[in-house]
């Protein structure tokens, strides 16, 4: 029981590059969340999937895309990567009354 | 709309001293309170939270936190911090009411526990 997945653990692109990350969850819970943390900033949320099928922005969603391919999985796409994207990346699940459960995070870095 | 202040950013301690890290929060509406925390290079854990009930709410590792109405706030306390407890704590708020789901995060507070 892995609860949330997240890969890759680190990533580094080249402005303009593009790249997927991916999150996973065996908890069958329906809500999943992707947050973008900042030094001095906390954790920002970028999109969020209330089910399967279903996507909506949060606070911080330009620049990025979503896709909520089925109820395991919740990837977050950067199409043309900026250093503003460098950051650490989150995915939660929400498991009950709002309390949400965090994967261990990727780390991207934009050159 | 929901938000959330951390009125410090870094908080030093001695072993074994006490420690509160303080959390405000406003909202028109009833909410949910809640405090994270995050160890170097990983993801955040529910340390405690919120819903309703008592307003004395007591956590994992020791720690226990007091839910204010009147004054809006949502402080973190422990008796004795161990250096285990250097880390990132984050307050968080969402709204009690179905379907919402979303949290609002604070901008944390590294907590140092000195040796």
């Known amino acids: 029981n892995a609860g949330v997945t997240q890969t890759p653990k680190f990533q580094v692109l080249k402005t303009g590059q593009s790249m997927t990350l991916q999150c996973a969850q065996d908890?069958?819970?329906?809500?999943m969340y992707w947050y973008r943390q900042d030094p001095g900033m906390g954790l920002r949320l970028i999109y969020y999937?209330?089910?399967?099928?279903?996507?909506d922005k949060g606070e911080v969603p330009n620049g990025y895309n979503v896709s909520r391919l089925n109820k395991r999985e919740f990837s977050l796409r950067l199409e043309s990567a900026a250093p503003s994207q460098t950051s650490v990346y989150f995915c939660?699940?929400?498991?009950?009354?709002?309390?949400?459960?965090f994967g261990p995070g990727t780390r991207l870095t934009v050159l | 709309a929901q938000s959330v202040t951390q009125l410090d950013s870094q908080v030093p301690v001695f072993e074994e001293a006490p420690v509160e890290l303080r959390c405000n929060y406003s909202?028109?509406?009833?909410?949910?309170l809640f405090w994270y925390v995050q160890y170097p290079n990983q993801g955040l854990q529910l340390l405690l939270k919120?819903?309703?009930?008592?307003?004395l709410v007591k956590g994992i590792n020791g720690f226990e936190a007091e839910f204010n109405k009147s004054q809006t706030s949502f402080h973190l306390r422990k008796p004795s911090v161990h250096i285990s407890d250097t880390a990132e704590y984050f307050c968080?708020?969402?709204?009690?009411?179905?379907?919402?789901?979303?949290?609002?995060f604070g901008t944390g507070t590294r907590l140092t526990v000195i040796p």
């Open positions: 939660a699940v929400v498991k009950r009354v709002n309390e949400q459960f």
């Open positions: 908890m069958n819970h329906n809500s």
């Open positions: 999937s209330a089910s399967e099928g279903t996507t």
């Open positions: 909202s028109s509406v009833s909410v949910y």
């Open positions: 919120y819903l309703s009930g008592s307003t």
């Open positions: 968080a708020v969402s709204g009690s009411w179905t379907g919402a789901n979303n949290l609002f």
